[in-house]
């Protein structure tokens, strides 16, 4: 598996150290797509999946300034779970951002792994009791050049009925969303250097119930994702390089701990 990570990565990354050395440099354009490589898919805490995942953003500013977008995100693994599934994700966002202050709200789409007793596994389906959908308001905010401290708030605002976001009546009616909320604060401990190092530390809790969906289901707030990300960026050639990074991070909540491998490759 390790291996067809690694080949992966290199057969990505000499596409684009081709494509970049041939090709003039062209007028920016509003419209811009990234890719990325890496071991494991980890999200606030959680284990999306243990296999080797590409992912893709396609994204388009609706102003000159580019603070404001609106995108496409998706996600596959490489190969299928042990449980026999395969993860495949599509998101939509629009978002606002102005370096310092983010503000997204994100349809998430993850269809691995569906229970159809509870929910849909229809992606156009987006009935309060069933939908597999979450709507997910993101924001963050970097207090400044002096005090780098980011916090980052989200809630579910919407959906998630495979989630165990939706609780039901006695009789199968709708009753509640449980608006599950993830808070995190993370540190640049190194900056502007070769290597860098940000620390972070999350909690997740609901807004509306006492089990939520980061946590081991006995507590109504858990510290749920602590860890330190390096970052650096390879110099291929004088016209590419290649960010990369390594996340350590422990879940204290659910007693796991993952090392996280990623690239962007363009």
């Known amino acids: 598996m390790k291996k067809l990570f690694y080949i992966c990565l290199v057969l990505l990354g000499t596409g684009n150290l081709f494509a970049q050395e041939n090709t003039e440099e062209k007028e920016d354009s509003r419209l811009d797509f990234t890719a990325n490589i890496q071991n494991n898919h980890l999200w606030r805490g959680l284990i999306i999946t ?7 953003n396609l994204s388009y500013a609706l102003d000159k300034d580019k603070k404001w977008k609106v995108g496409i ?9 042990k449980d026999g599934t395969h993860y495949k994700e599509i998101n939509y966002y629009v978002q606002y951002s102005n370096g310092r202050l983010y503000i997204g709200l994100w349809d998430l789409f993850n269809s691995r792994n569906i229970n159809t007793a509870i929910a849909s596994d229809d992606i156009f389906n987006y009935s309060n009791r069933k939908t597999a959908h979450i709507i997910d308001l993101r924001t963050n905010y970097t207090f400044g050049p002096s005090f780098p401290l980011n916090i980052e708030t989200d809630i579910m605002l919407y959906g998630g009925a495979n989630a165990g976001e939706v609780v039901l009546e006695p009789d199968g009616s709708y009753k509640k969303n449980k608006y599950s909320t993830y808070v995190q604060a993370s540190y640049p401990v190194i900056k502007d ?32 994702n602590v860890g330190v990300k ?30 996280q491998l990623a690239a962007t490759v363009f």
Do not use: C, Q
């Not at 243990?50 to 893709?56: H, L, S, T, Y």
């Not at 509306?208 to 707030?221: E, H, I, P, Q, R």
């Open 50 to 56: 243990d296999k080797p995942v590409v992912m893709g």
């Open 73 to 81: 995100w998706g996600a596959s693994s490489m190969t299928d779970d």
């Open 193 to 224: 250097k070769k290597v860098n190092l940000n620390a972070f530390v999350g909690a997740g809790f609901a807004l509306n119930d006492k089990n939520f969906l980061y946590g081991n289901g006995t507590n109504s707030f858990d510290i749920v």
């Open 230 to 259: 390096a970052t650096k960026s390879l110099k291929i050639t004088e016209h590419y390089t290649l960010p990369v990074s390594m996340m350590a991070m422990w879940n204290p909540a659910n007693k796991f701990a993952r090392i």
